[in-house]
C-alpha cells in the first residue's frame, strides 16, 4: 500500500494550488485521508484532514482558504489552495489510515514542496 502525492509548485501569494494524493495497493477501505505540512525548523502540523462520511476539519491558519475533498472511487484526496500566503510555504505531506486485507495502515505518502513567494 502507497500514497503518492502530487501538485506541489512555486506560485505568487494570492494564487493557487491543487494537490491530489493517491492510494494504491490491496486496499479494502480508507477511512481517513489527510494533508500535513513541515515548514523549515518547525515540526510537522496537520492541514487537513477527511474522513469516511465526509467530514472535514482544518488547522486555523487554512480555514476558508483551503478545501480538501475525495474520490472514494479512486482513493485520491484532493486539496485545494487558494489565496495561498507566503507562510503556506512548506513541504506538504499526504497521509492515509488505509484498511487492507491484512492489517489496517496508517501510510504517510512522500513530501510535495508548496512555494508562495511575496
Known amino acids: 500500500v502507497q500514497l503518492q502525492a502530487s501538485g506541489g509548485g512555486l506560485v505568487q501569494a494570492g494564487g493557487s494550488l491543487r494537490l491530489s494524493c493517491a492510494a494504491s495497493?490491496?486496499?479494502?477501505?480508507?477511512?481517513?485521508m489527510g494533508w500535513y505540512r513541515q515548514a523549515p525548523g518547525k515540526q510537522r502540523e496537520l492541514v487537513a484532514v477527511i474522513i469516511d462520511g465526509g467530514i472535514t476539519n482544518y488547522a486555523d491558519s487554512v480555514k476558508g482558504r483551503f478545501t480538501i475533498s475525495r474520490d472514494n472511487a479512486k482513493n485520491t484526496a484532493y486539496l485545494q489552495m487558494n489565496s495561498l500566503k507566503p507562510e503556506d510555504t512548506a513541504v506538504y505531506y499526504c497521509n492515509a489510515f488505509i484498511v487492507t486485507r491484512t492489517s489496517p495502515r496508517d501510510v504517510w505518502g512522500q513530501g510535495t514542496q508548496v512555494t508562495v513567494s511575496s
Open positions: 495497493g490491496s486496499i479494502v477501505s480508507v477511512a481517513k
